[in-house]
């Protein structure tokens, strides 16, 4: 199936050269998958920025953020037996784990929705515990009444599970812990409630049994959440036949709530397809794509940081039409816009 989305012609419309980095001893890495909302007349992204230290010649070195709440540079010999650094993104060291980088939040607004600009009196949102102490990662954006509700990925040692930090003016934000324990990610929060209930997806994950699957739980008051439900699995021999995981918050159509969301395969190829679900019992699925409604096709998506990725954690409404925002190549922010009746058709 033909993509469905049709991309920006101005994409990539960030890339890392575009973004201040947060210190002068480090440096962007690369840009990946923003959370995306309107506030005050613009469309706004809450992108991921990936930094880490200039790296040495025979060494790798990246950030943590220590006990004494500041950032460290920890920096190991790529001779060292004991180190694996096979993966670009994650390194083991005697055994323990770290990340290539760290990862923060920042804010860029847009007129347009196309050319966007970071807003120095919003701050960024920055790790602040030790259970992410290896950065913030990935939020998706869920206004309800007026507030946002953000949903991200946290990591350290112990492992990545999902915060939620809370905001009505973006300027004052509440950080109110985790609500989904390690290992988990890819949470997005419904902008309504249901029958007086919050619900959220979610990505459990283990190695032994089970998988990477999309699982939707539910909460009276966003902090506690329970009947959880696992609503998708991989599929082997298709495009998401290793992994999956939700996208933005659900959109509600009349024929049931829309959910973007990825998945990939074993040569790691993420692409994008759509759930329907159930409008008064969304954990109910209805239809789900067999092909892709995208792919990696675009130069910028299939080569990066990690190549052949398209990723999503972020849209906004207009009627029919949905625009996208997306990182590509763990490397770069892109956009696109799609026809959700069209997407619906797909799911007939």
């Not at 699995?233 to 996208?247: E, I, K, N």
Request: with cysteine; glycine share 8%; net charge negative.
């Amino acid at each position: 199936m033909k993509d469905l989305f049709v991309r920006f012609p101005e994409n990539p419309i960030l890339q890392p050269a575009d973004i201040h980095s947060s210190r002068e001893d480090m440096v962007i890495e690369c840009l990946l998958n923003p959370g995306a909302f309107r506030y005050q007349g613009k469309t706004w992204l809450l992108l991921r920025v990936a930094e880490r230290p200039v790296q040495e010649p025979g060494f790798i070195s990246f950030p943590v953020f220590g006990g004494d709440r500041t950032i460290q540079i920890v920096k190991f010999d790529l001779s060292d037996p004991k180190l694996n650094a096979s993966d670009p993104r994650i390194i083991t060291y005697d055994g323990r784990q770290y990340l290539t980088t760290m990862s923060h939040l920042r804010l860029v607004s847009s007129e347009d929705g196309i050319t966007f600009h970071e807003e120095p009196d919003y701050p960024a949102l920055f790790c602040e515990t030790e259970q992410e102490a290896y950065g913030i990662e990935d939020c998706r954006v869920t206004r309800i009444g007026d507030e946002y509700h953000l949903t991200y990925s946290v990591a350290s040692h112990m492992g990545v599970g999902v915060g939620l930090r809370t905001t009505r003016d973006w300027k004052t934000v509440q950080n109110r812990g985790m609500i989904f324990t390690a290992h988990n990610k890819d949470c997005a929060i419904f902008d309504e409630t249901i029958q007086g209930k919050y619900f959220a997806f979610h990505r459990p994950s283990s190695p032994e049994i089970g998988g990477n699957y999309i699982w939707i739980a539910e909460s009276p008051d966003l902090d506690h959440w329970g009947k959880h439900r696992c609503i998708a699995l991989t599929r082997p021999g298709h495009w998401d036949s290793v992994r999956l995981g939700a996208g933005a918050a659900p959109i509600r159509t009349p024929e049931g709530w829309l959910a973007i969301y990825h998945g990939a395969n074993e040569q790691n190829r993420y692409c994008l397809g759509a759930l329907l679900l159930d409008l008064a019992e969304p954990w109910n699925v209805l239809a789900r794509s067999v092909d892709p409604i995208m792919e990696p096709e675009a130069d910028y998506e299939k080569t990066g940081f990690f190549g052949n990725v398209v990723f999503t954690n972020g849209h906004v409404i207009d009627g029919d039409r949905i625009t996208m925002y997306y990182g590509a190549a763990d490397t770069v922010i892109c956009g696109a816009t799609a026809s959700i009746s069209r997407i619906l058709e797909t799911l007939r």
